[in-house]
């Protein structure tokens, strides 16, 4: 198992930037792709970053060119720097745990989110 516990959320304006860690603890850490993942009132959580157990990332679209994944399999963190931050960026910022399953990842470990707010 793995528990996960995000920081560095707050309030900044837009054109900002923030940078969000999240330490993992437990066991295993390596085999696990890790992503962020956001969720604004009224919105459904959304896919933000992801970074394989390989190092591979990967971005959705809205935040390429801005954000930045990365991960330390030695100190069991995963970190986004969010640059050039919007208006449109606020929102609970999570950061989740997966293995691959068939051609999907499954997140199965959640953390609890930490707020980001961009002011205008």
């Known amino acids: 198992q793995v528990q996960l516990v995000e920081s560095g959320g707050g309030l900044v304006q837009a054109g900002g930037s923030l940078r969000l860690s999240c330490a993992a603890s437990?066991?295993?850490?390596?085999?696990?792709?890790l992503g962020w993942f956001r969720q604004s009132p009224g919105k459904q959580r959304e896919l933000v970053a992801a970074?394989?157990?390989?190092?591979?990332?990967s971005y959705a679209d809205f935040v390429k060119g801005r954000f930045t994944i990365s991960r330390d399999n030695a100190k069991k963190t995963v970190d986004l720097q969010m640059n050039s931050l919007k208006y449109e960026d606020t929102a609970v910022y999570y950061c989740?745990?997966?293995?691959?399953?068939?051609?999907?990842?499954?997140?199965?470990?959640w953390g609890r989110g930490t707020q980001v707010t961009v002011s205008s």
């Open positions: 989740a745990a997966g293995v691959v399953v068939g051609p999907d990842v499954r997140y199965s470990y």
């Open positions: 970074v394989t157990s390989d190092y591979k990332t």
């Open positions: 437990g066991r295993t850490f390596n085999p696990y792709y």
